[in-house]
C-alpha cells in the first residue's frame, strides 16, 4: 500500500516537471536544455523572497513564477531566435544556458544543505494507513489541475488554439497570421513558469542543491522520452510508468538505482520506438 | 550619395597555389606551408619554450588532450551529422580500461595506452551501435546519457573502486616522454583525419550528414559507415582517456565527467565546426584561459558556457574560419 500510494505521488511529481520540458517542445520545437537550471533557479529566487526580503509565501510564489516566465522568454528572445530550426546549435546553446546558469548560483552561494523552501500547509495525514504530509497532497492537487488548466487553455483559448495549430503544422499555420516567433516565446515563457510551479511545490520535500537541476533535467527528458517529444498524453502515461518503476527499485534494491532506472529508460525507448509511447512523429525524422 | 558594397576576392596566390603550379617558386610553397609549419613547430617548440614553468607544461598536456577531444567531436558532427554530446563516455571507458590493463594485467605503459585506446574504441562503438540509426536530437539525448548511466552504475554497484576510483596507475617515466606523447598524437590525429575527410570515405560521410536517404539509396549501408565513423572518434577520445590516467596515476568517476563532453563542444564552436584545426585552436585558447581563472573555481565551466553561447548567437562561423578568410582573400569596396 506504501508503495502503490508513494509511487503515485512520485508520478505526478514526475509529470509536473517534465508538463513544461514537453510543452516548450511540442510548440516551438525547441528541447529546452536549460529546463533544469530553470527549475533550481526558480527555486532558489523564491528562497531569497522569504528569507532575504521576508515576503510571504503566496506572493513570492507568484514573483517567483512571474521571475521563471521572464527568465524563459528572455533566453528565447536573446539566443534561441537565432539558432531555431538547427537542432544541434538549439541543444548546444541551451544546455550551455543551463550550465551557466546552475554554476552561477553554485558560485554564488547556493551550496550545501541549508536551503529549504517552506512547505504550504505543514502536517500530515493518514490515508489507508499510511501518513502522507499535506505538501505530497498538494502536489497531486496543483499538478492535476496544471493537467485540466493546460486541456482548457488549448482547446478553448485564441493562444491555446494558436500553440496547437503551431504543433501540427508551422508553416499553414502562418499562411492563417499566427506569429510563430510569438507562440514559441510564449511557450517558453509558460513552460518555464509551469517548470517554476514544479520547483515551488516539489522542491519543499528536499533541499534547494544545485545537482537537483541536472537530475530535474534528466528526468523530464526521460518522462518525454518514454512518453514520446511532444505529445502531453505520452506525459501523464510514462510518469506513471516510470513512477512505478523508480519507486519499486527503490523499494526493492536500493534509491542509487533511480536514476540508472530513468537512464535506461531513455535509451531503452530510443533504441526500440524512438518515438516513444504515444509520438506522432513520422519515422524517417527521427531514423535512417 | 554612392551606394557601396563590400566584395571579397580571391588573393591571386591562392588562386596560382591550387593547382601544379603550387611548387613553381618558393613563395607559392611558402603560402601553402606556412599555417601548417606555424601549427607543427609552434606545438613542438612549446614545452621547450614554457621550460621554466613545470605548471604550464602541465597545461599543453590538457591543452592537448582537449584538442584531440574536440577533434573527434568536430569530426562526428560537422563530418557524419552525428551530434555528441558525451564524449565524456569515449575518456571514461578508455581510462579505465587503461588501468585495469596496467594495473590486473601488469602492462607497460606504452603496451596499455594503445591497447585500451583500440579496445576502448571497440567497446564505445559497440555501445553506440544500436542507437546508430538515431538522427539529431534523439542522437544527441542518448550520447549525453551513457556517460551519466556509467557514472551511476559505478557508484550504485561500487565496482571498480566506486567513488574513490583506482589509484596506483603507473604514471610515464620522464616528463618530455608524456609531453611530446601526446603533442605528437594530436598532430598525428590532426593530419590523419584531414586527410581521411578528404578520401572517398570522407565524401560519403558527408553525404549521410546532408541526405542519408539518397547515400542508402545508392546501395551503402550507412549504418556501417555511421559505425566506422563512429569507431575513429572512439579512438581519439579513448586515447585521451587512458592518457589522463597514466598522467594523473588515477582513475575514477570524473572520467566520465561533464568537461569532457562541454569543452570540447565550446572549443569546436569558437574554433569553427568543420575545419577540424578550428577545434584545436578553440582548446588552445579555452584550456590555458580555464586555468588562468582557476581561483573562480566552478564559475570556469559558466564561463565557457557564456563564451559558448556568445559565440553561437553573434560569430556561429567560428575563428578558424574567420582566419581563412582573412588569409585567402581581400576584401574592397565596389560601387553598386
Known amino acids: 500500500m506504501y508503495v502503490l500510494i508513494y509511487a503515485l505521488i512520485n508520478s505526478f511529481i514526475l509529470s509536473l516537471i517534465s508538463l513544461g520540458f514537453a510543452l516548450v517542445y511540442s510548440i516551438a520545437r525547441i528541447p529546452n536544455f536549460a529546463h533544469g537550471a530553470i527549475y533550481v533557479a526558480t527555486g532558489y529566487v523564491g528562497w531569497l523572497l522569504i528569507n532575504r526580503l521576508s515576503l510571504p509565501f503566496p506572493l513570492a510564489i507568484i514573483v517567483a513564477l512571474i521571475f521563471s516566465a521572464l527568465i524563459g522568454a528572455l533566453i528565447y528572445r ?211 | 550619395m554612392e551606394l557601396l558594397r563590400k566584395e571579397r576576392v580571391d ?85 579505465y580500461l587503461s588501468a585495469i590493463f596496467s594495473l590486473k594485467l601488469g602492462l607497460p605503459v606504452f603496451l596499455a595506452i594503445p591497447l585500451a585506446t583500440l579496445m576502448g574504441a571497440v567497446l564505445s562503438t559497440l555501445l553506440i551501435l544500436p542507437t546508430l540509426p538515431l538522427r539529431g536530437v534523439y542522437f544527441a539525448i542518448v550520447t549525453l546519457m551513457l556517460p551519466l548511466l556509467f557514472c551511476r552504475i559505478i557508484e550504485a554497484l561500487n565496482i571498480l573502486g566506486g567513488t574513490n576510483g583506482i589509484s596506483g596507475v603507473p604514471g610515464f617515466e620522464k616528463a618530455f616522454v608524456e609531453e611530446y606523447t601526446v603533442i605528437l598524437v594530436l598532430l598525428g590525429f590532426l593530419f590523419s583525419l584531414r586527410r581521411l575527410v578528404n578520401e572517398d570515405f570522407g565524401l560519403v560521410l558527408r553525404g549521410i550528414k546532408d541526405n542519408d536517404q539518397a547515400v542508402r539509396a545508392s546501395g551503402i549501408n550507412v549504418t556501417w559507415m555511421k559505425a566506422i565513423a563512429v569507431f575513429v572518434a572512439a579512438l581519439l577520445g579513448s586515447f585521451v582517456g587512458s592518457y589522463m590516467v597514466h598522467l594523473y596515476m588515477w582513475a575514477g568517476l570524473s572520467l566520465f565527467a561533464l568537461d569532457f563532453s562541454v569543452i570540447p563542444i565550446a572549443s569546436v564552436v569558437i574554433g569553427g565546426g568543420g575545419t577540424l584545426v578550428g577545434g584545436v585552436i578553440g582548446s588552445f585558447i579555452l584550456v590555458p584561459l580555464s586555468e588562468a581563472l582557476r581561483a573562480f573555481g566552478t564559475l570556469r565551466i559558466a564561463i565557457y558556457c557564456i563564451i559558448l553561447t556568445v559565440f553561437i548567437v553573434f560569430k556561429s562561423e567560428g575563428i578558424m574560419i574567420y582566419l581563412q578568410r582573412k588569409y585567402h582573400q581581400f576584401e574592397r569596396w565596389v560601387k553598386v
Open chain 1, 78 to 288: 536573446i539566443v534561441l531566435i537565432k539558432v531555431r530550426g538547427m537542432a544541434l546549435s538549439e541543444i548546444i546553446a541551451s544546455y550551455a544556458i543551463g550550465i551557466a546558469i546552475l554554476e552561477i548560483l553554485r558560485w554564488g552561494g547556493l551550496r550545501g544543505m541549508t536551503f529549504m523552501l517552506p512547505v504550504l500547509i505543514p502536517g500530515s495525514v493518514e490515508i489507508l494507513g499510511v501518513s502522507i504530509d499535506y505538501q505530497r497532497l498538494l502536489i497531486l492537487g496543483v499538478s492535476g489541475g496544471l493537467l485540466l488548466f493546460l486541456y482548457l487553455f488549448t482547446h478553448h483559448t485564441k493562444t491555446g488554439l494558436s500553440f496547437r495549430a503551431i504543433a501540427q503544422d508551422e508553416r499553414a499555420s502562418l499562411m492563417l497570421g499566427i506569429d510563430s516567433d510569438r507562440a514559441a516565446l510564449l511557450s517558453l515563457s509558460i513552460g518555464s513558469a509551469i517548470c517554476g510551479l514544479a520547483a515551488l511545490f516539489v522542491l519543499p520535500l528536499g533541499n534547494i542543491v544545485v545537482e537537483a537541476g541536472y537530475s530535474t533535467l534528466i528526468f523530464a527528458l526521460a518522462v518525454c522520452v518514454v512518453g514520446g517529444l511532444g505529445s502531453t498524453a505520452g506525459v501523464v502515461a510514462a510518469s506513471f510508468i516510470l513512477g512505478f518503476a523508480q519507486t519499486l527499485t527503490e523499494k526493492l534494491i536500493s534509491s542509487h538505482f533511480q536514476m540508472v532506472v530513468a537512464l535506461l529508460a531513455i535509451i531503452g525507448t530510443l533504441i526500440l520506438k524512438p518515438s516513444g509511447l504515444f509520438g506522432k512523429q513520422k519515422e524517417l525524422e527521427e531514423r535512417v
Open chain 2, 11 to 95: 588573393r591571386g596566390i591562392k588562386v596560382r597555389t591550387e593547382g601544379i603550379y603550387a611548387i613553381s617558386g618558393w613563395q607559392e610553397m611558402l603560402y601553402l606551408l606556412m599555417p601548417r609549419l606555424l601549427l607543427i613547430v609552434g606545438l613542438l617548440a612549446l614545452p621547450l619554450i614554457l621550460g621554466p614553468f613545470p605548471y604550464w607544461k602541465r597545461v599543453i598536456n590538457m591543452m592537448c588532450a582537449y584538442a584531440i577531444l574536440s577533434l573527434s567531436f568536430d569530426f562526428l558532427a560537422n563530418y557524419v551529422g552525428l551530434a555528441n554530446l558525451g564524449s565524456a563516455l569515449f575518456t571514461g571507458i578508455g581510462g
